[in-house]
């Protein structure tokens, strides 16, 4: 059966290598049209071939029969989040093209409100669709927070940050794994965050009045932030320590946006971490059984960018 499994899934596995074939390709040509210099293809290629590397894994171990038409729109985004990933970092040698990499931004924002509603109308939602949604969400506020922090400053990255922030706490505050209940405000918080990213990014503001866009961003997202955890405390104290025992959140604050949430199912099991030194270092991250978490994506892609330290806030 295992072996069935295996051999299913190679053709699944096969859409991940395609969607690093094609990031590969964008960069290629963005190298040819805009001259990038030796981060910015650094950058793109690790991008793609770690996208690819920690994708496939997750497929495999997922047992896929079908890579699914929503995943393909979020990988699709992930290939545009890529190539603005890797103009962010040409952006430390100087000034990228920024057009483009506002079109290659809006773009992608505007996907994410297509792979949610495709996946629920085809019944391909799934806890690996669902993740892989929100990572790419959540990498690119990153990285757009890193190229907006070049003009206004290192406290933006607030913003990129936050979200794997919560998950490191949650490595010594257990109680900030509960479920959250689901949030128009949440949402909307989650929405803004890439528009006023992008219209700080654009240079249609004048440097006071992209400060005050991106204030607006981070004040909400501090908002957001603190009203769940406010929330998973109070429940905490009523309820006493729990484990989460359905598929981790996906809905999250102020950073992803709301179309993961449509895309999960409930009820999956979570697997017990054993206290290992590996297992305490991947307690920083979340777990979404049976896919393994896309944050290596993350980690790598953001080094190549910066070496500011990143961290995470996912709730269900």
Known sequence: MALNNTYGARPVQQEAAVGAAIQILLVALLGAATGLGPAGWLTGLVFAVAGWAVLARAVHRSALASFGPANRVTLGRAVLVGAVTALVADAFRGAPPVALLVGLTAVALVLDGVDGKVA????????????????????????????????????????????????????????????????????????????????????????????????VALALLVWSFGRDVRWLWRRSRATGPTRPTGATAVTVTGVTGATASARVRPALPVRPVRPTAAAAAAAAMVRVAPVEPMEPVVAVAVVAVSDHLVVVHSAP
């Open 120 to 215: 629920r109308r085809t019944g391909t939602s799934s806890a690996l669709g669902a993740r892989f949604d929100m990572e790419v969400d959540a990498f690119l506020i990153l990285v757009l927070s890193v190229y907006v922090s070049l003009e206004l400053g290192v406290w933006v990255l607030l913003i990129g940050g936050m979200r794997y922030a919560f998950v490191a706490a949650a490595r010594f505050c257990p109680w900030l794994n509960a479920s959250l209940p689901p949030s128009t405000a949440r949402k909307a918080v989650a929405a803004a965050q890439g528009v006023l990213l992008l219209l700080a990014a654009s240079g249609l503001l004048p440097g006071a009045a992209a400060a005050g866009v991106v204030a």
